[in-house]
């Protein structure tokens, strides 16, 4: 009787911890996407999955050699459904009330839920399944079924509920023997011992890579849970935990089954209400509900995929952010888990804004992988460090056997990667970081790019030959206009670091400085515009944003030029495009204030792009074949959202300083008011909004010594450590700087 007391009690408390989810934070339908690849992915930046998928993957655990690497699939056993059973039979949908059925995606507390009231038999059932934001090992599924009010002759009829998983095929990755079949005081489960089949590269990875799979229970067979006709509610749960140490599952397992359901569900919605309320939210007001869902969803997405900060176990080595997240990659079309530079030109500017462990996280990787990326640039005849266009496990290249041109040309990953150090540095101002992690990179970028170029004395230029830009369309190209501003930008910046950070001699700066000097930069001078690629012909139908990158997120050109740019390639971009190409149009036609264009590429890049259901993303748009929970396009809307019509930026001027660019400001269409909370900027917290020709942006930084310089045109203007700041569009731009 007092265990029976516990349980109505628990669920009790369980209800009340679910306070309602403002509308903005809660995508809810009664019928689900026609393909179910564009359900909710999941994750904690240890374990993802999508919902109704029948994969888990683990963050960074691949199988396969080379270019056949991909994530790792585990089955999904967290796949479970919940039938409603009788003496009769179980309910079918005819049992269901009209709208009876409910799929919700809770993005403020960061779980996905199925609600169904079966009108015959007054029982409503609530199940919910999410990977633990804290407990980060562990993935949950609960069920808690509710006795309605007695409406037919069934209702008091026993019951029981059949719960059956549904994981998919066994693993084409992995070789899983059971190690135990058992119990603990905390309950009964089994352990499952994988080992990956096929290594990816012998070199940096001599052993198949090892994981651990604990059950909270059986799942061999379906469960039936009988349900006493006197007990008005009823729940249960299934507990995974997944770790390549067994001793950290086996902790995780029963650290969590040592919690009531409703305190871990509690623990886990704090998690996530300390993100939005502590890290980073966007507040949109005006007549934008489904905007509003759209960025959350972005940010919720994003986030998932990110390690969790604050956990009950010491996280694991981050192996970076694949276009699908962490919770896809078994797929050619989830380009197998692989990272490119959709992470550091896509997405890290987004990621830095949430906090800057996590884009300290993401670009610890890049640095952890420096070996593979000079074993990489030596194997194909080059010095210093090539960044190979596709990594994974080992970060050695791992493009598809498909297509060698692409890791053979794609070489602006290498400076691109470069680009977001000196990008991440001008926001954070850590200079310890800049020496310890940008500068060892920087330099073997440096040096790859100089061995690279090919320089004619006689005409006092370098070239870089043979080259894919961002337009896959056009391969084999001479002096793709992106790829050699954007290494231009790499030279200046390690040289930069060679001259703080290290006794580097002047002979090798000067080599940098020489090749960036005399780079070449196609310009055509009668029609005032880039040509992509040398012998570009205008009206060349290309791929994607490419030249236009100049402008922002480059910085590279704002003149007449680049307006230019913008204007021939508008035309000649093709339709099946990847979203974040319209971004980024928006983006730089803010820039120049052309409201209307910005406006029309600001919806053209999220409103065929953006699944209705659960706002969940696609490469391409409806009506072509594309990749789901595409990030590279959430990260591209977000920052034209923020950079673009926010007018924000962090950058780095001609003579070196490292700002806050905070520059003329409007808002999408039906919007009043955009607010962005608590991104960093140095040790400062921030919080800005904007609106139709004005802004205003908070800082507070108690930590900082000398406080900030605020720069307009010639003035110079000393700050506190907390001020605020009001900016309208006829003032002239503002930078601030920290002082050192």
């Known amino acids: 009787m007092l265990k029976t007391i516990l349980l109505i009690a628990s669920i009790a408390l369980f209800q009340s911890c679910l306070a309602e989810t403002p509308e903005t934070y809660l995508l809810k339908t009664h019928s689900l996407p026609s393909d179910l690849n564009f359900m909710p992915t999941l994750g904690n930046g240890h374990l993802g999955y999508t919902v109704f998928g029948d994969s888990i993957f683990m963050n960074g655990v691949y199988n396969g050699a080379g270019g056949n690497s991909k994530r790792a699939r585990i089955p999904n056993w967290l796949n479970v459904s919940t ?33 169904t009231t079966y009108r015959t038999l007054g029982i409503s059932v609530e199940q919910r399944t999410y990977p633990h934001k804290f407990y980060n090992r562990a993935l949950v599924y609960e069920v808690v079924a509710k006795r309605l009010p007695s409406r037919t002759s069934r209702a008091n009829s026993p019951k029981f509920l059949k719960l059956t998983h549904y994981p998919g095929n066994s693993s084409d990755a992995f070789d899983f023997v059971v190690v135990k079949n058992g119990s603990s005081s905390t309950g009964d489960y089994r352990t499952l011992r994988g080992r990956t089949k096929v290594v990816e590269f012998e070199k940096f990875q001599p052993d198949p890579q090892e994981i651990f799979v604990l059950f909270s229970e059986s799942l061999e067979e379906p469960l039936q849970l009988q349900w006493p006709t006197w007990q008005d509610q009823f729940s249960h749960r299934i507990i995974i935990a997944i770790d390549r140490e ?100 896509w997405m890290l500017p987004i990621v830095s804004l949430f906090g800057l462990e996590y ?48 890791s053979q040309q794609e070489i602006h990953i290498s400076p691109d990667i470069t680009f977001a150090l000196q990008r991440f540095y001008a926001q954070s101002h850590d200079d310890e970081w800049a020496c310890d992690t940008a500068w060892p990179i920087a330099a073997e970028v440096a040096e790859f790019l100089v061995s690279r170029a090919t320089c004619d004395d006689s005409q006092n230029a370098c070239h870089l030959l043979n080259v894919m830009g961002p337009d896959e369309d056009h391969p084999n190209v001479n002096d793709n206009v992106y790829t050699n501003a954007v290494s231009k930008i790499a030279l200046n910046f390690a040289e930069w670091l060679g001259k703080n950070c290290s006794n580097t001699s002047t002979e090798l700066i000067a080599k940098w400085r020489e090749v960036s000097d005399r780079l070449v930069i196609l310009r055509d001078e009668e029609l005032d515009y880039h040509p992509e690629y040398q012998g570009y012909i205008p009206n060349t139908i290309v791929k994607q944003a490419d030249t236009i990158l100049l402008g922002y997120p480059l910085r590279f050109d704002t003149s007449t030029t680049h307006s230019n740019d913008l204007k021939f390639y508008e035309n000649v971009t093709r339709e099946s495009g990847p979203a974040m190409t319209w971004s980024m149009f928006a983006a730089n036609y803010m820039r120049l204030f052309q409201i209307k264009k910005a406006n029309e590429y600001f919806e053209r890049g999220y409103k065929s792009y953006v699944r209705p259901e659960f706002k969940v993303w696609s490469e391409t748009p409806v009506g072509y074949e594309g990749s789901a929970n595409f990030l590279t396009g959430i990260g591209g809307f977000l920052q034209a959202l923020i950079f673009g019509y926010g007018g924000l930026d962090f950058g780095r001027t ?87």
């Open 246 to 345: 067994e001793t950290v599952a086996r902790k995780e397992l029963e650290d969590v089954l040592s919690l009531s359901s409703s305190n871990l569900l509690q623990k886990h919605t704090e998690s996530w209400n300390s993100f939005w309320d502590n890290e980073f939210s966007i507040e949109i007001t005006g007549d934008a509900l489904e905007l509003s869902q759209i960025v959350n969803a972005g940010i919720f997405y994003l986030v998932s995929s990110l390690p969790s900060m604050k956990t009950n176990q010491k996280n694991e080595p981050f192996y970076g952010l694949s276009p699908t997240g962490l919770g896809r990659g078994n797929l050619e079309a989830d380009y197998q888990g692989h990272n490119f530079w959709d992470t550091e030109i």
């Open 83 to 115: 039938e409603v059973c009788d003496r009769f039979g179980c309910a079918s949908s005819h049992d269901v009330d009209v709208n009876g059925t409910s799929y919700e995606m809770d993005l403020q507390d960061g779980y996905f839920r199925v609600l």
């Open 359 to 406: 884009g300290k996280e993401v670009l610890d990787y890049r640095k952890r992988k420096l070996d593979a990326a000079k074993y990489n640039a030596n194997v194909t005849g080059y010095k210093g460090a090539r960044f190979p266009w596709e990594s994974a496990y080992t970060g050695t290249e791992v493009t598809n056997p498909c297509c060698p041109e692409v």
């Open 654 to 740: 001609d003579n070196d300083e490292f700002l806050l660019f905070f520059d003329i400001t409007m808002t999408p269409p039906n919007v009043d008011e955009i607010t962005v909370k608590s991104f960093p900027y140095g040790m400062a917290e921030c919080t800005f909004t904007f609106r139709n020709r004005s802004s205003l942006i908070v800082f507070e930084d108690r930590k900082a010594e000398k406080g900030f310089q605020m720069v307009q045109g010639q003035k110079r203007t000393l700050l506190g450590k907390a001020f605020n700041l009001t900016h309208r569009n006829e003032d002239p731009p503002i930078k601030i700087s920290l002082l050192r």
